[in-house]
């Protein structure tokens, strides 16, 4: 997907490309995260789909839980899912950041290069 690099910097419309290729796909792995917490909450805990799906975001947005979970299974899942969140986060952020710290090392690597050429 990236240059290898020897190879020149790629231009800026390809690296545009990247970057919505790679915020597509962090966005459906939010919405696989956001549909599984859902459907957790409302068959796990008996939340209503509006009170799950506040949940789930409010989790996956690292801000923490809203409703009380009052049985065992719940509080499982909802800790659980927490984790499973954390990590969520963890990979969206390296995807969507992955572009633009790979350019920013090509560079950097560019940079070196023309260094060590020049007598």
Same mark, same amino acid.
């Given at each position: 997907?990236?240059?290898?690099?020897?190879?020149?910097?790629?231009?800026?419309?390809?690296?545009?490309?990247?970057?919505?290729?790679?915020?597509?796909?962090?966005?459906?792995?939010?919405?696989?995260?956001?549909?599984?917490?859902?459907?957790?909450?409302?068959?796990? /805990? &008996?939340?209503?789909? !509006? =009170?799950?799906?506040?949940?789930? *975001?409010?989790? #996956? /947005? &690292?801000?923490?839980? !809203? =409703?009380?979970?009052?049985?065992? *299974?719940?509080? #499982?899942?909802?800790?659980?899912?927490?984790?499973?969140?954390?990590?969520?986060?963890?990979?969206?952020?390296?995807?969507?950041?992955?572009?633009?710290?790979?350019?920013?090392?090509?560079?950097?690597?560019?940079?070196?290069?023309?260094?060590?050429?020049?007598?």
């Amino acid at each position: 997907m990236f240059e290898h690099h020897r190879q020149p910097l790629a231009p800026l419309p390809t690296f545009i490309r990247r970057m919505a290729a790679c915020f597509i796909v962090s966005q459906c792995i939010a919405a696989v995260a956001l549909s599984v917490g859902m459907l957790g909450y409302h068959n796990i /805990a &008996g939340l209503d789909w !509006v =009170d799950s799906f506040q949940n789930a *975001a409010m989790i #996956l /947005a &690292g801000m923490g839980p !809203v =409703d009380h979970m009052s049985t065992t *299974a719940a509080k #499982l899942f909802a800790g659980s899912y927490a984790i499973f969140c954390g990590l969520s986060l963890i990979t969206i952020m390296g995807i969507v950041l992955a572009p633009v710290l790979h350019r920013i090392m090509h560079k950097l690597h560019l940079a070196d290069e023309d260094v060590d050429e020049k007598p």
